[in-house]
């Protein structure tokens, strides 16, 4: 009877889950995001993001596969993004400085009124 019912979705990413993504995504950037000759293969690729995945599962509401860590990866790198633009552009509520919300993105990325000073 329990194939019969309905899947269920995962529980959201608790707050320890997504640090620890972002610290080690951060940690092995180069591996996963470099282009170039000097790129990283699928399976070097594949193999960091297991290690990710061996990472955040102790501290996970419920197990985690590669293929959710990618996903949560992008949503967070997209929602940075746009807050961190509609901050730039004036529009959107009055919150946290745009240097707050720069969480992922580096100091070339970020917006010259956002960037934090050095």
Known sequence: M??????????????????????????HEQLLFAAGPGRA??????????????????????PRDVEDLKKRWRDLKRRDR????????????PG?????LGLLLSPEEMPPAAAPPS
């Open 2 to 27: 329990a194939e019969d019912s309905p899947k269920r979705r995962k529980a959201n990413f608790n707050e320890a889950e997504t640090e620890v993504l972002i610290e080690q995504v951060l940690k």
């Open 41 to 62: 293969s699928p399976g070097q690729k594949r193999k960091v993001w297991e290690l990710i995945r061996h990472k955040v599962n102790p501290v996970a509401a419920c």
């Open 82 to 93: 746009s807050k961190l633009c509609r901050l730039s552009q004036g529009s959107g509520p």
């Open 96 to 100: 946290p400085p745009a240097a707050a």
